[in-house]
């Protein structure tokens, strides 16, 4: 089964700073989505960005981007120009791209703090 | 389209008790997901469908937990004979594989929290 592993708890960052959230998992599969999902206080979980493991290139999304090492099986987040509006659970998760297989595996989150 | 909306946003209960939540998802997607979410956890999946049929069951869905999607529209989730290991946000999410193409992305709602006294 496959695992994922969120380290760190809590994390804060600087307004404007750039911060790091890491994340590891644990798989026997080559083929497989890994996404970050936030989810801020009292809001709905939203898709902040994904990666495809066959895609060598890390993923961007304006200030955000990845760090995919599949070797090491590590996905870290890295936000950039950190805004108020960035504060919230973090979460990473996993899934399978066997056909059939829909479900996706989160770890634990990370709550990111922004001190102004 | 307003999203994923899920009913009701809190519900609290007696031990024992049977409760109903109900999802309706964004209006074009046919795919529909339920995961619970306890205090200090990530979402974890309970099952999926794809239109009306429900394709795959999480073995935390144990035989007191039931979904159905009628027509491949709404989706309830109910839990009979609840306990307090019941208490948790219940989300519902749904996505789309529109001309063959996933993205990915799921969709969620607000989720529905189950306190169980």
């Known amino acids: 089964a496959q695992t994922v592993t969120q380290s760190q708890p809590e994390m804060s960052v600087q307004e404007a700073e750039t911060v790091t959230l890491s994340c590891t998992y644990d798989?026997?599969?080559?083929?497989?989505?890994l996404f970050w999902y936030k989810q801020p206080p009292s809001r709905q979980m939203i898709l902040v960005i994904r990666?495809?493991?066959?895609?060598?290139q890390n993923a961007t999304e304006n200030r955000f981007s990845v760090n995919f090492q599949k070797a090491a099986k590590s996905f870290s987040l890295k936000i950039s120009d950190s805004q108020l509006g960035d504060a919230a659970m973090y979460f990473c998760a996993y899934r399978s791209n066997n056909f059939g297989n829909e479900k996706l595996t989160f770890g634990t989150g990370t709550r990111l703090t922004i001190i102004p | 389209d307003t999203g994923v909306s899920q009913n009701p946003r809190h519900k609290i209960t007696k031990r024992g008790q049977n409760v109903t939540f109900r999802c309706d998802p964004i209006?074009?997607?046919?795919?529909l997901y339920w995961y619970r979410q306890t205090l200090g956890q990530g979402p974890e999946f309970l099952t999926y469908?794809?239109?009306?049929?429900?394709?795959?069951k999480s073995r935390l869905l144990s035989d007191r937990f039931s979904a159905e999607r009628p027509k491949g529209s709404f989706s309830t989730l109910e839990i009979q004979r609840t306990e307090q290991g019941d208490s948790a946000m219940y989300l519902c999410a749904s996505s789309s594989a529109a001309g063959g193409s996933w993205t990915g992305e799921l969709f969620f709602g607000e989720g529905s929290r189950l306190t169980v006294l």
């Open positions: 209006s074009e997607h046919n795919r």
């Open positions: 990666q495809e493991a066959y895609k060598q």
């Open positions: 798989t026997s599969e080559s083929d497989y989505y």
């Open positions: 469908f794809q239109n009306e049929a429900q394709l795959e």
